[in-house]
């Protein structure tokens, strides 16, 4: 397969939060199959899904890649498997989560990947950092929801949050 477009959500809540972030960010950079790397500004978000826990930093990343989407997977896997294990964090609050939000235009719905990421659409600490570094060129249907969520909300960069 040729190179593909790939956006990625990413978060943390614990340890260093930014250094979690440019960490993994670091090690997408190390993957020779991965280039073109573009990450958003870091945002502050309050934690959403119930679980009481610290505020999140979420970025979302840009790149292109030759890898397959399952390849790519197991590269995040990767990846937060060496954040994980260096933190050694209890289960609930995240040194680190990789979300595939989009491979190319392509649907994928199997027992171990959806993309687009069927939860994106919910999640305003997706959609902002995402409508940053896709806006101008985002071809994805999507596109009209990240205008309109960012039309309501005055969103602050660097330790702004959004209102959810
Ligand atoms: N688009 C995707 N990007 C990343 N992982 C995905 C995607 N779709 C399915 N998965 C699966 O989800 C698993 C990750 O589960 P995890 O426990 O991190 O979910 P979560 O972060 O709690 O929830 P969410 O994925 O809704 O943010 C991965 O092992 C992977 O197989
Ligand atoms: N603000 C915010 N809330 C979350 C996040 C996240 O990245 N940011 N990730 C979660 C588990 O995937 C649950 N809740």
Redesign the pocket.
């Known amino acids: 397969m040729g190179e593909v477009d790939v956006y990625l ?1 990413m ?1 943390s ?1 614990l340890g260093n939060r930014e250094e979690n972030l440019e960490w993994a960010v670091q090690l997408l950079r190390e993957n020779s199959n991965i280039k073109d790397i573009k990450m958003s500004n870091f945002y502050e ?5 119930g ?1 009481k826990q610290d ?2 930093l ?1 970025i979302a990343v840009y790149f292109r890649t030759t890898l397959s989407a399952e390849d790519l997977l197991d590269y995040l896997h990767k990846i937060e498997a060496k954040l994980h294990r260096v933190r050694k964090i209890h289960w609930g609050p ?1 040194t680190i ?1 990789l ?1 595939i939000l989009y491979y190319g235009g392509k649907t994928i719905n199997n027992t171990v990947l959806q993309v687009p990421h069927p939860e994106m659409k919910n ?1 305003k ?1 997706v959609l902002i950092p995402l409508y940053e570094i896709a806006k101008g060129d985002f071809k994805y249907e999507v596109g009209d929801l990240l205008k309109a969520t960012m039309d309501q909300n005055n969103v602050q960069i660097y330790g702004g949050k959004t209102d ?1």
């Open positions: 959500s978060g809540n978000t309050e934690p959403v899904g679980v505020d999140f979420n995240r989560d979300d999640r600490f959810e």
